[in-house]
C-alpha cells in the first residue's frame, strides 16, 4: 500500500459506522473517487469540517486492495465553506454546485476543466453578492464543458442569426427565431439575454444588475430540468435553492 497525494474537492459526505465519513470526492489527479475519513467524528486532532461538502483539501491517501475505496491517513483544507455560510442563497448555491458534479461525473473520469470550474465556482461564490446569478452562470459553463448546451446563438431550425433576438424555449433550451418560432411559451428576453452572457462573458463582466433575480430565476429551474432529464436524476438541492433564492425578494 503505497501513500499517494492529490489536492480534491469534496461533493457528499455520509456516515459510516459510528465514526467514519465516507466522501465523494473530485480529485485533481483521479476525477470523482470515494474516500474514507476514518474516526474523524471522534477524533480530537483532525477537523471534522474537512469533510464537508465544498472543502477543498490537500490529501495523502491510499488505496486499498480492491481499489474502491481509498482511505485518508492526513489532509490539510486549502479553502473551507466558511465565507460562502454568509448567507442562506450561498450554501444551498454551493450544495447545488456539488451535487450537480457529483451525479453527473462517472467514477474516475479525468477532467481537469471540471476540477478547476468546481474551483474556481467555489471561490467566486465566496465572493459574490449574487449567488442565484452565480449558479445559473456555473450550470451554463458546466453544461457547455459537458458538451450538453444546446447551441443558442443562432435559430435551430433554419439557422439564422436571429437579428432580430431568438427565443429560447424553456424545455428543450432550443432557440428560434421570430419566424420560425411556434408562438409557445418562451424564456423571457432578460432571461434569454442572461443565458447568452453567461456562455459569453467572464462571470465579473456581466452587469448584473440589469439581470433581476425575478427574471432570471426561471432560467435556474429550465437548466435543472433539462439536466435532470439528460442524465435521469433528480437534483435534491434545487428545491431549497429555489426556494431560498425566491423568498424575501
Ligand atoms: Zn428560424
New binding site residues.
Given amino acids: 500500500m503505497s501513500r499517494q497525494k492529490t489536492r480534491g474537492i469534496v461533493l457528499s459526505r455520509k456516515l459510516s459506522g459510528e465514526a467514519d465519513y465516507i466522501c465523494s470526492i473530485y480529485t485533481k489527479d483521479l476525477g470523482r473517487e470515494r474516500f474514507i475519513f476514518k474516526g474523524i467524528r471522534k477524533s480530537q486532532k483532525r477537523p471534522r469540517s474537512g469533510s464537508e461538502p465544498g472543502t477543498i483539501l490537500d490529501l495523502i491517501y491510499y488505496t486499498g486492495i480492491s481499489g474502491t475505496l481509498n482511505t485518508i491517513s492526513e489532509f490539510d483544507i486549502t479553502v473551507s465553506t466558511l465565507p460562502i455560510r454568509k448567507s442562506s442563497d450561498s450554501i444551498f448555491s454551493l450544495y447545488y454546485m456539488v451535487e450537480l458534479i457529483d451525479s453527473t461525473t462517472g467514477f474516475g473520469d479525468i477532467n481537469e476543466k471540471i476540477y478547476s470550474l468546481l474551483c474556481a465556482g467555489i471561490d467566486s461564490l465566496a465572493k459574490t453578492e449574487h449567488p442565484l446569478h452565480f449558479i445559473i452562470f456555473f450550470t451554463a459553463r458546466y453544461m457547455a464543458l459537458q458538451g450538453i448546451m444546446p447551441e443558442i446563438t443562432s435559430?435551430?431550425?433554419?439557422?439564422?442569426d436571429?437579428s432580430n433576438g431568438l427565443f429560447i424555449d424553456p424545455v428543450s433550451l432550443r432557440a428560434?427565431?421570430?419566424?420560425?418560432?411556434g408562438g409557445g411559451k418562451n424564456l423571457d428576453g432578460e432571461a434569454a439575454d442572461f443565458l447568452h452572457q453567461c456562455l459569453s462573458c467572464k462571470f465579473t463582466k456581466i452587469n448584473l444588475q440589469q439581470y433581476k433575480n425575478s427574471s432570471v430565476s426561471p432560467l435556474l429551474y429550465a437548466l435543472t430540468a433539462y439536466i435532470e432529464n439528460y442524465f435521469g436524476i433528480k437534483l435534491k438541492s434545487a428545491e431549497m435553492l429555489g426556494k431560498s433564492a425566491l423568498t424575501i425578494r
Fill in positions: 435559430c435551430s431550425w433554419c439557422g439564422c436571429g428560434s427565431c421570430g419566424s420560425c418560432s
